[in-house]
């Protein structure tokens, strides 16, 4: 009797509004009573300045923004995750992935810009603390964030996966990646430049037009579809079968193609710099 060789693969994804419906930033700062506006207006201002990497903006304001930093301790950082709602079903899509699918067997790990103890706490009892990477502070004594130790936001993303991939000894071609927004696009171009699957959960444009697949849902399991399809080569009717046999039935499969075309009149004359200023 042969034993069945297993197909070893990294499972790598982001948290915010990716296993989560909300932003941990707008989470906190409800908690904090400060006005959501407040956190989105500066948020959006460090973005357009390019003053930090893609998703580290709430780490930023929690260092240097005295009406964060003066209120923030860790316990406001935990509370926040136990308030975050999260999509339904990621436990078992945890479980599915490590050990559910025959002849494979996917390390999951979350990549997140939010400080870890806001993730940690938001899935605990479903994703081990250990397989979570987010943004590490020092505190002082009284309890205020002291430094930053390491963001794992742009190109940070990057760093974790790879230093993943050499801890678990998995192939550049083996690994999936999946986030919604701007901030993973490093990781994303990464995993694609590796021959890896990259799968956006948004219609965000910054990542579809990156991503191998796109999938909307808000059942986590949904990204297990791109993954039976592009790692393991399984036929739809497979696939279906396979959901029946976690408990759910596909009622809806749509795949669709957008194209986004904006159309300019060859009568219509061109205005320069100059004039439309």
């Not at 790879?162 to 998995?170: K, R, W, Y």
Request: glycine residues 8%; charged residues 25%.
């Amino acid at each position: 009797m042969t034993e069945t060789m297993i197909k070893q693969y990294l499972f790598a994804s982001d948290f915010d509004q990716t296993l989560s419906f909300n932003d941990s930033g707008l989470v906190l700062t409800e908690l904090l009573g400060i006005p959501a506006k407040e956190f989105e207006a500066k948020a959006a201002g460090m973005a357009q300045m390019n003053l930090v990497q893609q998703g580290a903006e709430l780490a930023y304001l929690l260092l240097h923004d005295p009406a964060f930093r003066s209120k923030v301790r860790r316990q406001h950082l935990v509370e926040t995750g136990k308030r975050i709602p999260l999509k339904e079903n990621i436990e078992q899509l945890y479980e599915t992935l490590r050990n559910g699918i025959p002849g494979y067997e996917f390390d999951f790990y979350i990549l997140s810009a939010a400080p870890v103890e806001i993730v940690q706490s938001a899935l605990e009892g479903i994703v081990p603390a250990d397989h979570i990477f987010g943004t590490e502070f020092e505190y002082e004594e009284d309890g205020t964030i002291g430094r930053l130790v390491r963001a794992t936001a742009g190109y940070g993303k990057v760093a974790r996966i790879m230093q993943l991939q050499q801890e678990l000894g998995i192939g550049r071609d083996h690994v999936v990646y999946c986030g919604d927004g701007s901030s993973d696009i490093n990781a994303m171009l990464h995993v694609n430049d590796g021959a890896g699957l990259t799968i956006a959960v948004s219609e965000s444009r910054s990542v579809t037009q990156i991503a191998r697949r796109t999938v909307l849902s808000d059942n986590a399991l949904s990204v297990l579809v791109p993954i039976l399809e592009e790692v393991t080569h399984w036929t739809q009717p497979q696939i279906r079968r396979f959901f029946e046999s976690q408990g759910f039935l596909m009622q809806e499969w749509a795949r669709m193609r957008t194209d986004v075309v904006r159309l300019r009149s060859t009568r219509e004359p061109v205005m320069t710099a100059e004039e439309g200023q």
